[in-house]
């Protein structure tokens, strides 16, 4: 039976296998992440010996060109000037790292691991977007890699302030709503009630999920 074309209709490649997509339009409606994995992947699969920084337009297959970051041929739309849209996107993200936080991708790609590949603040795995690098105003040093939630709304919106945080986490544990005029609140009580609070988190965390139980006929 012969495969069925893309769904894009402009488009005549076949569809990637249980995708209503072919290969090139299902990978642009990736991740960003996916996206770089393959365009890595792309290059890994070129031996270095046999790396070319141009190819001839006379080389190029009708609707297609050269990007030189992955080493393949791109269709036009998946462009961006001379390099497909993930190459120029690792690009300029290389270039953002150097001129705004003074770190190259192999001091970024560290902090990513020692964070375990996960936001450094909510421990979140990635989901469709590129983790921001999070850095003192102050000092503009850098701090971290966090995820826009935690970069933009937790900590920007607390404007960096620990106090700020501190009395978010009093409030939490201790709605006031909730709370008996002659129940104290004080710093230690808090922490009491935070180290609690965490155990539990983490003991629930490592609890075994239940099996279903198959029905009795």
């Not at 995708?19 to 960003?32: D, E, G, I, T, V």
């Not at 040093?141 to 501190?166: M, P, Q, T, Y």
């Not at 409030?171 to 005029?181: D, I, K, M, R, S």
Request: charge should be positive; aromatic fraction near 6%.
């Amino acid at each position: 039976m012969p495969t069925r074309p893309c769904k894009i209709p402009s488009c005549d490649l076949p569809k990637k296998s249980g995708k209503h997509f072919c290969s090139w339009h299902w990978l642009a409606r990736q991740s960003s992440d996916i996206q770089a994995g393959a365009a890595k992947a792309r290059l890994a699969a070129t031996p270095e010996p046999e790396r070319r920084a141009r190819v001839p337009k006379s080389e190029w297959p009708d609707g297609y060109r050269f990007c030189a970051g992955c080493q393949s041929m791109i269709p036009d739309w998946a462009c961006s000037g001379s390099r497909c849209k993930a190459c120029a996107s690792m690009a300029s993200h290389a270039a953002r790292l150097v001129k705004t936080y003074g770190i190259d991708e192999v001091e970024h790609a560290r902090i990513w691991k020692l964070q375990g590949e996960r936001c450094g603040s909510r421990k979140d795995k990635p989901a469709s977007i590129r983790f921001a690098v999070d850095h003192d105003h102050q000092t503009d040093e850098v701090r971290g890699i966090l995820c826009k939630r935690c970069n933009h709304d937790l900590l920007g919106g607390a404007h960096d302030s620990v106090a700020v945080l501190w009395t978010a986490i009093t409030y939490l544990l201790f709605p006031p709503a909730q709370v008996h005029e002659d129940e104290p609140t004080t710093p230690g009580t808090v922490v009491a009630a935070l180290r609690a609070h965490l155990e539990a988190e983490q003991a629930e965390a490592r609890r075994p999920a239940v099996e279903p139980q198959a029905p009795p006929f």
